[in-house]
């Protein structure tokens, strides 16, 4: 029987409904978690680790890589790995420890919809999913994945796609590699798409700028005079920008920022297809990294990553390709 090390992070899987506080707050152990899952050790030997227990949106960059480092050091003690995290900020987590990790040992998070006491809770189901995906021979090489309402992810392609509903997780482009089924795990694919990197640290300041109709220069201007390390910016389509976005995006390239740009849209990737002004050709002739089919929030940490590896623009070009 393999042994998979569940390490907790909190999130909503981990709260109580608190009614002095006036609704879901931090209350549950990793111990009592675990024990919430009836049958995980007819799957594994389980051994859990209490790593955090805040809010997702509590995660940083910072205490992503810190997570990141943990697994590793407990590679050689464990067969696989179970993160239970909160779903706000999930597939920024899985992403980055999908970039940065050494081991290639199953990484798989999971967590939950609805609170612990809450009626239906989900999170004891998606925990048991989560350590029968993690135990699968099947995941071996399949990088950091997914598991909620028994769909399962990859970091790569996973987004969360509604606010409340416990289907939330998608992945919009391709769907997703399996199913956890009764007594077995059903693959459908595996992914072929993964970016590795390594730092020993990530860049402290990357903001994230979203285009809208007639978006003006100044939010650049603010993010260069706020002395950021670089820019994702969320254009338009595959990738075109406003004319005042696009002198922004210029004035940062001139100033030596770096800049990423990504779309807005939900699927499809950036493309060269427009070369006029604010236009993704024009935009990388002058110095922009084009990132294929990244969301933003995902591009903002891999270029974190990037930058805190000291990658030049041109390697950087053929990561995020």
Excluded at 231 to 247: I, K, L, P, Q, T
Aim: contains cysteine; hydrophobic residues 45%; aromatic residues 4%.
């Amino acid at each position: 029987m393999k042994k998979i090390c569940i390490i907790t992070t909190g999130g909503t899987i981990a709260m109580r409904e608190d009614r002095e506080a006036g609704g879901l707050v931090p209350a549950v152990s990793g111990e009592e978690l675990a024990a919430s899952a009836p049958g995980l050790t007819d799957w594994a030997d389980i051994e859990v680790r209490e790593f955090s227990n805040i809010p997702s949106e509590f995660m940083t960059p910072e205490i992503m890589l810190r997570l990141a480092h943990t697994i590793d050091s407990l590679a050689d003690e464990a067969d696989g790995f179970v993160v239970t995290h909160g779903t706000d900020t999930m597939e920024e987590t899985a992403f980055l420890l999908d970039t940065v990790l050494c081991t290639e040992k199953p990484v798989v998070l999971t967590g939950a919809m609805r609170g612990a006491s809450d009626l239906s809770a989900d999170g004891p189901a998606n925990l048991l999913g989560a350590v029968k995906t993690a135990a699968d021979p099947g995941a071996e090489g399949m990088g950091v994945l997914v598991v909620m309402g028994d769909r399962i992810h990859a970091a790569q392609d996973v987004e969360k796609e509604h606010a409340t509903l416990p289907e939330a997780f998608r992945s919009v482009e391709w769907g997703p590699v399996g199913t956890v089924c009764s007594d077995r795990i059903c693959w459908g694919r595996r992914p072929i798409r993964r970016q590795r990197i390594h730092p020993d640290a990530l860049a402290g300041r990357v903001w994230i700028i979203k285009c809208g109709a007639g978006t003006e220069e100044d939010i650049f201007q603010a993010a260069a005079a706020a002395g950021v390390d670089g820019v994702v910016v969320e254009g338009f389509g595959c990738g075109n920008v406003s004319r005042g976005a696009d002198r922004g995006i210029h004035g940062l390239l001139d100033a030596g920022i770096p800049v990423v740009l990504v779309s807005r849209t939900a699927a499809g990737s950036v493309a060269r297809e427009y070369a006029y002004e604010g236009g993704a050709a024009s935009l990388e002739a002058a110095g922009a990294v084009l990132g294929g089919s990244l969301s933003g929030q995902k591009a903002r940490l891999l270029l974190m990553a990037a930058l805190g590896a000291g990658l030049d623009r041109e390697t950087m070009r053929d990561l995020f390709r």
